[in-house]
């Protein structure tokens, strides 16, 4: 079968389904509009559910999804996308984070990554700072990453799960808005600021 029928008759499976109402026995549903960089292990992931759960109500045999397509997502009692208290935060913005944290602190203890996914979330409760996960972290001149690069490493397995817990509501920053490696950097400013927390060689503040 070719590409583009394949597309199509998920496309009609999914109406079908969407029409119908239907889930699995003992599951819930809601749809997921796809993005450029998801995948069906991410979309798992974010939605606690399986591979194969998603492929069966969509009625695909591989892996493959396309972005401007919509899915139909079976999850365990409607369970919602991951969220913070007053934050709606989408799969891509999610990979954005963790790929933050696994450039800023993939050596660091595994609070220190939490910690840092916090700042992120910190900042963008905060009236100083761009209210979205992309907007704080694309700031000009905020995280060495996005100037080097580093940002487009794929994510570590660590790094999703500590912006979970970090979405979940833990903050081991103690709300600090600023980060920096303590050892190195020297800024008067940042060494100014009100400290909250050091964690292995992050020093988080403000």
């Not at 998603?54 to 396309?66: C, E, K, P, R, V």
């Not at 963790?98 to 963008?124: C, D, F, H, I, S």
């Amino acid at each position: 079968m070719s590409q583009r029928l394949a597309r199509g008759a998920a496309a009609l499976a999914l109406t079908i389904a969407l029409t119908l109402g239907w889930a699995a026995p003992g599951l819930a549903a809601t749809t997921h509009y796809v993005q450029w960089g998801d995948s069906l292990w991410k979309l798992a992931r974010w939605y606690g559910t399986t591979v194969e759960a998603i492929q069966a109500a969509n009625g695909l045999t591989g892996t493959t999804i396309y972005a401007g397509t919509t899915l139909l997502i079976p999850t365990a009692g409607g369970s919602a996308p991951a969220s913070s208290p007053g934050l709606a935060v989408s799969p891509a913005e999610m990979d954005l984070l963790a790929r933050l944290v696994t450039a800023e602190a993939a050596g660091e203890p595994y609070a220190g990554q939490v910690a840092v996914a916090a700042v992120v979330l910190n900042r963008v409760r905060s009236p100083l700072f761009p209210d979205t996960i992309a907007g704080v972290i694309y700031e000009p001149w905020q995280f060495e990453p996005v100037l080097n690069g580093w940002i487009w490493n794929p994510p570590t397995a660590t790094a999703w799960q500590a912006v979970r817990d970090a979405l979940a509501g833990w903050d081991p920053s103690g709300g600090a808005l600023y980060f920096f490696n303590w050892r190195t950097v020297t800024n008067p400013f940042l060494w100014s600021l009100p400290w909250r927390a050091t964690i292995g060689s992050h020093r988080f503040v403000g």
